[in-house]
């Protein structure tokens, strides 16, 4: 069965971090990249990747500090786990992929292609935010979040990522990574660069997700020309987790749709 272990990969250095990128599945398939969401890693896909890796080339990367990949000296942004994107893909020589993007993979994976990247093909996103309005309460909650709490909440994916991690270090992870969440530049959420996108797009929301809310996702599917919409009831945050028998299906007919 195919999925992504942690043990198969490489890392490539990109200014001053080391990124973990791994690949599996069927090697002459067409590529499909993963990029999970804040504080996991790619193992965070592996119920899509056991059926999906039967047809395509999964790449999966780690982002910048999470995972396998050190975190540097650089301030962690979507721009940066953008650009560490485009790195890995130039080392592999790809010319063609899709993308499957959770959450802050979602929202890098929206940067990329509304940058004019070339080489994708398909890009899906589940619980992604296009933009954190000042008045979402999403903001709130991510501004007062702190290592402690992530601790109490979510103690198994903490000691996960200390045992993975080679330069474990938590609490600056997390202030990265809230620092991110809340970032109003430039180097943050796309915004309004979403509307031109020209890559095929399908936008997947739990319909329990306590972050990303119904409107901001109709928002985004909006903007983009052509995009497709799927919202899953009975699924939350990480739709990909809770509900995979429903979500498999959808994919694999968008991402076989010419």
């Not at 929301?205 to 009831?233: F, H, I, M, Q, W």
Request: glycine residues 8%.
């Amino acid at each position: 069965m195919t999925v992504f272990n942690h043990r198969d990969g490489e890392h490539l250095q990109i200014n001053d971090a080391r990124i973990y990128y791994e690949q599996q599945g069927h090697q002459d398939g067409p590529a499909l990249i993963f990029l999970h969401g804040g504080l996991g890693d790619v193992e965070t896909f592996n119920t899509l990747a056991a059926h999906l890796g039967k047809t395509y080339r999964l790449i999966g990367i780690d982002s910048r500090g999470q995972g396998k990949s050190t975190l540097g000296t650089s301030p962690l942004t979507y721009k940066r786990i953008q650009e560490d994107v485009e790195a890995v893909v130039r080392h592999l020589a790809l010319t063609n992929a899709s993308i499957i993007g959770h959450s802050d993979g979602g929202i890098a994976a929206l940067r990329l292609a509304a940058s004019g990247t070339p080489w994708i093909n398909k890009l899906i996103t589940i619980g992604a935010h296009w933009a954190l309005s000042a008045n979402d309460p999403t903001r709130e909650m991510y501004a007062g979040i702190t290592a402690a709490d992530w601790r109490e909440m979510f103690p198994e994916e903490v000691d996960r990522y200390l045992a993975l991690n080679p330069e474990p270090d938590f609490e600056r992870l997390m202030t990265a990574v809230r620092t991110l969440w809340l970032d109003d530049s430039e180097e943050g959420y796309p915004g309004e660069t979403v509307c031109t996108i020209s890559a095929s797009l399908l936008v997947v929301r739990g319909d329990d997700d306590p972050l990303v809310s119904r409107t901001n996702a109709v928002e985004l599917a909006d903007r983009v020309a052509g995009a497709k919409l799927l919202n899953l009831p009975f699924a939350d945050h990480s739709a990909q987790e809770s509900q995979s028998q429903w979500l498999l299906p959808v994919l694999n007919t968008f991402l076989q749709t010419h």
